[in-house]
């Protein structure tokens, strides 16, 4: 045979043999790493339907699915009997993996209560659709209170912001949007409080009129305001009414020095007439009628 045929077919065989070496050797190592990750795959407890806050997790609302041990998120349960009978705290979608921080603990209520903070306190206020921001307060959101009335010795009515930064739980009986995320028409509003707040809050919503006044989620401000008095929203036309009802200071009187009254001044003397009548001589007294006998 011709040698260099030989030579060529050599080379080729060699180089198949390193392919197929090179070809074996990855496949042994996918094969390998998958029989690992088989090998390797944990039990997880996903929702079964979504669950909204305050629903208890029975049974039906959740179910077992596989995932690899390496993904298997901190906090998640294996087990069914570790979330059922627990209330749920926060939504969970369907098929997402239930996690501790989205369950309250088993027996701490049923509803409302689960979502109470410790050492915090639900208040609830009844609204309209004026106090209520015409019903576009919904749960979870931020809202400022705002209470109307005339304190004691005050002359006015006075409106101040006497609560900020307040978290609504629910409105009316519902703690969650409806399922288009529409306005919730409700009577009253619950409020997410400190034990003072709740006692500032019951005692404005007797005393005087409540308004709830909505804010941006992420504003953390808390403003300080004076609050506003009737007479401020006239401004200077008060002023100017107040200054025309006054009545015109009346003048001070003069002291006149008292002068004694100064004796009448004595009558006139009559007019008298000499009347001589040969050797008799006699007076008369003009205007006065004759009573001596002309003497």
Not at 118 to 123: L, N, P, T
Request: proline share 9%; charged share 20%.
């Amino acid at each position: 045979m011709d040698r260099r045929f030989l030579t060529v077919l050599g080379v080729s065989l060699l180089f198949a043999l390193v392919i197929s070496s090179v070809f074996y050797q990855m496949t042994a190592r996918a094969g390998g790493s998958k029989k690992v990750e088989q090998s390797d795959i944990r039990d997880i407890v996903v929702a079964a339907r979504p669950l909204s806050v305050g629903v208890t997790v029975k049974p039906a609302d959740i179910k077992l699915s596989k995932i690899p041990a390496v993904a298997f998120p901190k906090g998640a349960f294996s087990k069914a009997e570790e979330v059922i009978d627990r209330p749920v705290v926060s939504n969970v979608l369907m098929d997402e993996p239930i996690l501790e921080g989205r369950l309250a603990a088993r027996g701490s209520g049923l509803g409302l209560a689960p979502v109470i903070p410790v050492g915090m306190r639900a208040v609830t206020v009844r609204v309209n659709d004026v106090t209520g921001i015409s019903g576009f307060v919904l749960p979870g959101m931020r809202v400022d209170v705002l209470v109307t009335g005339r304190p004691p010795n005050a002359e006015g009515t006075i409106t101040a912001t006497c609560l900020q930064n307040m978290l609504v739980l629910s409105a009316g009986t519902a703690m969650q949007p409806d399922a288009r995320g529409q306005a919730i028409q409700a009577p009253t509003v619950t409020l997410l409080a400190t034990p003072e707040q709740a006692e500032t809050l019951t005692l404005a919503n007797n005393e005087g009129r409540i308004q709830l006044v909505l804010r941006n989620g992420s504003d953390q401000t808390i403003e300080k305001t004076p609050g506003r008095e009737v007479a401020e929203l006239y401004g200077a036309h008060v002023v100017r009414k107040k200054q025309s009802d006054q009545p015109a200071p009346r003048p001070r009187p003069r002291l006149v020095p008292v002068v004694a009254a100064a004796p009448p001044p004595p009558p006139p003397p009559p007019d008298q007439i000499v009347v001589i009548r040969g050797t008799q001589k006699s007076v008369e007294v003009v205007g006065v009628s004759r009573t001596d006998g002309g003497k």
